[in-house]
Every structure is written in structure tokens, then in C-alpha cells.
């Protein structure tokens, strides 16, 4: 008798190669499919991961598309952009007696 081919782990899992875990350490999902949200599964867990609050589990949107991860899938990495400061002008040199110097 021969054996069905079930597919493989991945197929079953459908997961592609190369998939993580959302990157809100509370998140048991992938990340999203869609590349616009990231390292997340959806905005809330994105959300929910910049806020300081302690739930047990993120709230999800309606985009999330609540793939469970397996164990063992390595979680995604975060960096939080760094907002760039506006420069509110250019300081000009004081002489000692405290007025500005002409630049």
C-alpha cells in the first residue's frame, strides 16, 4: 500500500519559509502577510506593543489575519523609528557682555 502525501509542515501550518511571530511579545500570531503592517500582525498589536499597559493579550484589528504561530517560529524584530527633530533655527554667537554677534 503506498502513503498519501499530507504535504509538508509548512503547507498544513500555511506558513511560508522565513515567517515570524508578530513582534508584540504578547502576540501568538504571524506577522502579517500584507508588508504595510510590518513586524505585525495587525496596527492594534502595533499599537498596543508602543503603549505601556500590561494586557494579558494586544487587542487585534479587523485586518489581522489571526494565523496562530507555531512553537518555535522565531518572533519579529521592532525598532522604533526615531523621530527626526526640526531644527527651530540657529543659535548665534554671544560676545561676553551677552549681545548677539553679527553672523
Not at 502513503?3 to 503547507?11: K, L, P, R, W
Not at 511571530?21 to 506577522?31: E, K, V
Not at 502595533?46 to 493579550?57: C, G, I, L, R
Amino acid at each position: 500500500e503506498e502513503e498519501e502525501d499530507e504535504g509538508s509542515a509548512d503547507e498544513l501550518l500555511d506558513i511560508g519559509p522565513g515567517e515570524l511571530c508578530c513582534a508584540n511579545p504578547r502576540c501568538m500570531f504571524l506577522i502579517n502577510r500584507q508588508p504595510g503592517f510590518g513586524s505585525f500582525c495587525c496596527n492594534k498589536c502595533k499599537w498596543s506593543h508602543d503603549s505601556p499597559e500590561d494586557e494579558e493579550e494586544p487587542p487585534h484589528g479587523q485586518y489581522c489575519e489571526r494565523r496562530e504561530a507555531p512553537v518555535g517560529v522565531p518572533r519579529a524584530i521592532y525598532e522604533k523609528k526615531k523621530s527626526k527633530k526640526k531644527k527651530r533655527g540657529t543659535k548665534r554667537p554671544v560676545d561676553e557682555s551677552g549681545d548677539e554677534r553679527p553672523p
